[in-house]
């Protein structure tokens, strides 16, 4: 049976936390908090159709600048999925 994903760490296991789950035969991916994502190329920055971010400390969240001038301009729906009082903070 083959995989329907492919996860990947976006940096070490001492870096800023960041998982990436591809999905293989589709155009999208998920990201499971947005620590840094310099180590990640804009293709898959741009795959991206679903972010779960745990918790708004910058380790968790630094990202989300990169995110977006990697986004801004482009029709594509981003869903950002976080705890509770998520969105004022965004």
Same mark, same amino acid.
Do not use: C
């Given at each position: ?8 760490? &976006? ?43 745990? /918790?708004? /400390?910058?380790? /968790? ?25 998520? &969105?004022?903070?965004?």
């Amino acid at each position: 049976m083959k995989p329907l994903f492919l996860p990947q760490l &976006v940096n070490d296991p001492f870096g800023d936390p960041g998982l990436y789950v591809e999905y293989l035969f589709e155009k999208r991916s998920f990201l499971f908090d947005l620590g840094d994502l310099r180590a990640l190329a804009p293709r898959k920055i741009l795959r991206i159709s679903d972010i779960f971010v745990s /918790h708004t /400390h910058m380790d /968790h969240f630094v990202g989300f600048d990169q995110l977006l001038r990697i986004s801004l301009g482009r029709e594509k729906n981003l869903r950002l999925f976080g705890p509770p009082g998520f &969105v004022a903070q965004v």
